[in-house]
């Protein structure tokens, strides 16, 4: 065989495997993807090599951009990366911009060492802040409807897959209120959007400004050195 239909066939071979595998579909095959994910050992090496295709819009650092377009991802818990990213995969958080991306992660083994990589990196330190005008309302709103599953401090939840927001990117959080207040982010725990559903664009901004100002939880990213404890936080 000549090299071109040696490489044409490799590349045959290779849809075929593509399109047999595939990324899971809708929100029970993410919701296996997940588990199996959560189940295996991430391996932060592994994983900082399938993470060079999200640096291109998380950043190296995956602190993200403080515009709010991209998330920041370092210091998130790794049950809710591997959860966001098995949705994003699944279509069931709507992602038209990364979904390409995340198919390029072949299996939930390669899913468990990205996330493992992502928390193997360093607290960002220089998220996005709000304006600061009414922190005192953001801070008395927060405590009302959002910190039962966010926690006192913004720390999230990682046993039960609720998000760190202390310290993550001012217009990023308020672009995700806004969007699960009005239904927009179609993978919104439901007992959320009921808190959410009441409130306005200006107690939303107060949320998120008072968000943007505290820090991210510590234990959330385990330090560089220190690969094992991360894989199952
Ligand atoms: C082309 C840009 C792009 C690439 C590449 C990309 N992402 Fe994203 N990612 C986004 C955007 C945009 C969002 C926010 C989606 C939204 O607004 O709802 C996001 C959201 C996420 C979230 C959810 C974060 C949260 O706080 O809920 C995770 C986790 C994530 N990305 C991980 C990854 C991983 C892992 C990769 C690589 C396999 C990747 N992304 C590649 C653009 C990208
Ligand atoms: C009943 C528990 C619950 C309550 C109450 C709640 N949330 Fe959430 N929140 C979640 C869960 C779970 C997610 C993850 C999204 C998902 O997979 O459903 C989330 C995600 C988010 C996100 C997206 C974070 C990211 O990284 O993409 C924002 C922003 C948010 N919540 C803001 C709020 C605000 C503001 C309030 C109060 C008005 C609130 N939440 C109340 C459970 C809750």
Redesign the pocket.
Known sequence: MTTSALRLAALSLTLSATAFAGPPDGKKAAEKEKIAALDLKGDAKRGKEAYKVCAACHLDSAAGRSDGTF?QLAGQHTTVLI?QVADIRAGVRENPVMHPFATTLVDPQELADVAAYIQSLPLPTDNQKGPGTELALGQKV?EK??V???GKKGEGDAVK???V?AG?HYAY?LR??QE?RDGKRK???A??VK??KK?SDRE?QA?SDYLSRLSMPAKGAAAPAAPAPAAKN
Do not use: R, W
């Open positions: 998330p959860k927060y409807a959002c039962t599953c966010h897959f609720y998000p927001l993550q959080v995700q209120s699960i993978n919104a725990n007992d959320m808190a959410i409130l939303l949320i």
